[in-house]
């Protein structure tokens, strides 16, 4: 009946963990500050149309030379008219055009920025999770040395019967138990406040998560031309371009075309008046804005030139990071943790069916307490290889 329940239990749990996979697609899709992103590149796609539309036109309505005598004489004199009239801007040479470039650009950020959004909490997500799985190796670990502790202290109260053990040799192994109980429940704490703060990143309760914390050899490509952060610099070094582009072009200002239909008293003639205002620029100031649109657009390809060094750099750190963490690992579960393990059961047989008359506690105890530190050492190295790897998500891909 336990057996078929464990069965049961195991099954259940494979049934309903999740791969990471989907809960990373599930939380790009939840995350609220995600969705409101998309509603501004929503936002900046309607731009490159408002940017193609027209100032719209202005009708004007009026009547001039009212007399105040009598408002409603219209036929006293030949300036007596009733007016209606359109004023409409019509812009010149290529402006509409850049502006809509300019808009496109904007659009193109605001996608980029989000896809740079993204990368960055689906990295996120991943230490977190690989955090909680690696507190639960901790917490297990703890748990099987508080049993060896245990079985330690079944030992020593046997040799205490025969004078092979004191009473103070058993009270400090009862102290080791109480202390590695106190650093299990902390662990346990910290874990309850990860698996917290995962949830606030997915918009979803915790629940067992497929994921492998096995070590393997992995390779961190540096093919990071298209990051969208690289492409965010890229993109803005055209926008400037063009804004510079743009302001040289508003030298050719609008022109503002006005036609008014005058409607006079019956034995005058109706008119028609067409005016045309034209914006000088005589000061200059268009070229000043085109060439700090230029020196910003300079900026931004200094900018693109750290930023790759950057990327560069900061992938050769991840890299060498995981390298020498998965080394260590290595010799630890191969040459040191084993040997301590050795030593360990040595030290029990021998002082088992040793004829001296005490047992050397401090020696098994010195013994544990170094075994112990190891086995966390090893899991350290554990937390620094899945912490870069998680930190390479963001950067760059990864070969294995």
């Known amino acids: 009946m336990i057996k078929q329940s464990l069965i049961l239990i195991l099954f259940s749990s494979l049934i309903f963990a999740k791969s990471i996979d989907k809960v990373v697609d599930e939380a790009l899709i939840k995350n609220s500050s995600l969705q409101a992103m998309e509603q501004t590149i929503a936002s900046a796609k309607e731009q490159i149309d408002l940017a193609s539309k027209w100032e719209n036109p202005v009708l004007s309505l009026g009547a001039t030379d ?19 009239g359109l004023t409409q801007t019509i812009p010149l040479g290529e402006k509409k055009e850049i502006e809509q470039d300019i808009a496109r650009n904007d659009y ?51 040799f205490y019967k025969y004078n092979k053990a004191s009473q103070i040799d058993i009270i400090k192994v009862q102290t080791l138990y109480v202390e590695l109980d106190i650093s299990e429940r902390k662990l346990i704490n910290t874990q309850t406040t990860m698996k917290l703060k995962l949830e606030q990143l997915t918009y979803s309760s915790y629940k067992d998560i497929d994921i492998s914390t096995e070590l393997e050899e992995i390779v961190l490509e540096k093919n990071f031309d298209n990051h969208p952060k690289l492409l965010q610099i890229k993109k803005n070094i055209e926008k400037f371009d063009n804004t510079s582009l743009y302001e040289k072009e508003k030298k050719n200002s609008d022109i503002k075309l006005s036609v008014n239909y005058f409607q006079r008293d019956s034995k005058y003639e109706d008119y028609l008046n067409v005016s045309v205002a034209i914006p000088l620029s005589v000061y200059g100031s268009e070229d000043i804005k085109a060439k700090k649109a230029k020196l910003k657009a300079n900026e931004f390809k200094n900018l693109l030139e750290d930023s790759k060094l950057q990327f560069k750099n900061q992938i050769s750190i991840l890299q060498d990071n995981i390298n020498n963490a998965l080394y260590s690992y290595e010799k630890l579960n191969e040459s040191i943790i084993p040997k301590y393990n050795q030593i360990q059961r040595t030290l029990e047989s021998y002082n088992r069916f040793s004829s001296l008359k005490q047992i050397d506690s401090k020696q098994l105890i010195r013994n544990l307490n170094e075994l112990i530190n190891y086995k966390l050492k090893a899991i350290d190295e554990k937390q620094t290889y899945f912490t870069n790897f998680s930190n390479s998500i963001y950067f760059t891909k990864v070969k294995k």
């Open 66 to 84: 009212i007399q105040f005598d009598d408002i409603s004489k219209r036929d006293l004199e030949a300036m007596q008219a009733q007016f209606i």
């Open 108 to 158: 193109e950020l605001s996608k980029l920025l989000l896809e740079d959004k993204k990368l960055e909490l689906r990295a996120k997500i991943y230490e977190y999770i690989y955090n909680i799985k690696l507190l639960d190796e901790r917490i297990a670990l703890f748990s099987e040395l508080k049993q060896n502790v245990n079985e330690l202290q079944k030992l020593l109260e046997e």
